[in-house]
């Protein structure tokens, strides 16, 4: 299958720092990359869509000023958690859809695990 | 939005025994259905998806099935082994955005 990446694997900083976490399509291109957050024995909470070239699309409740998404290119989108809190803490991870054949499917990073102190 | 429901939440079988986890879902028009495995510290593999022009699809220990009507899915792992050990999740939506269900803990007893 098509592999997604994810960099850091985990991350610990300090109240109030800001934290960039990358995701990457390393063997195709992804126009639209997803960001979710996975809190401890729970499942996948979709955050926001990830539009190369334009605007990412957020769900609801969730801050875009505090959650920065950039789609920079084609295989590469960020995510900056900015000012985080404790509460910020969590297991965030990315996918994209990738066609194979004529059928679209989607991959998922190894996730970043994010421990706001 | 969509609503997928997932049971059981944890499922212990022995070695050899087969395992279901079933999952329902709200919208009609959703029309895609993956599962996805998940170890610990890892994100989630897809094992196998189903679209909704197909009633069941099959990979070796792995079937899915399909009730669009009654609006459920269900995954069936047979044989299990140690190494299926693992918390399962299904989905439902388009091919570009799914909602997940709350997983399903699956341990298997060797």
């Known amino acids: 299958g098509a592999v997604v990446s994810q960099h850091p694997s985990r991350v610990i900083c300090k109240s109030g720092t800001s934290v960039k976490i990358e995701c990457r399509s390393l063997d195709f291109q992804a126009t639209t990359m997803f960001w979710y957050r996975q809190f401890p024995k729970q499942s996948l909470m979709l955050m926001a869509t990830s539009n190369e070239g334009s605007k990412a699309t957020y769900e609801q409740g969730v801050e875009k000023d505090k959650f920065l998404i950039n789609h920079a290119s084609l295989t590469l989108s960020t995510l900056t958690v900015t000012s985080a809190h404790p509460e910020d803490s969590s297991f965030y991870i990315c996918s994209a859809p990738s066609s194979r054949g004529s059928q679209e499917t989607q991959y998922f990073g190894p996730g970043t695990r994010l421990l706001v102190l | 939005g969509e609503n997928v429901e997932q049971h059981p939440s944890t499922l212990s079988v022995q070695e050899g025994d087969s395992a279901v986890i079933k999952c329902t879902y709200s919208?009609?028009?959703?029309?895609?259905f993956p599962w996805y495995k998940q170890e610990l510290g890892k994100g989630p593999q897809l094992i196998i998806d189903i679209r909704s022009n197909v009633g069941e699809k099959k990979d070796q220990r792995i079937a899915v099935t399909l009730n669009k009507t009654a609006k459920h899915f269900s995954l069936h792992i047979t044989e299990t082994q140690p190494e299926d050990s693992a918390v399962y999740f299904c989905a439902a939506g388009g091919y570009q955005k799914v909602t997940f269900g709350i997983g399903t803990k699956l341990q298997v007893i060797p």
């Open positions: 919208d009609s028009a959703s029309n895609y």
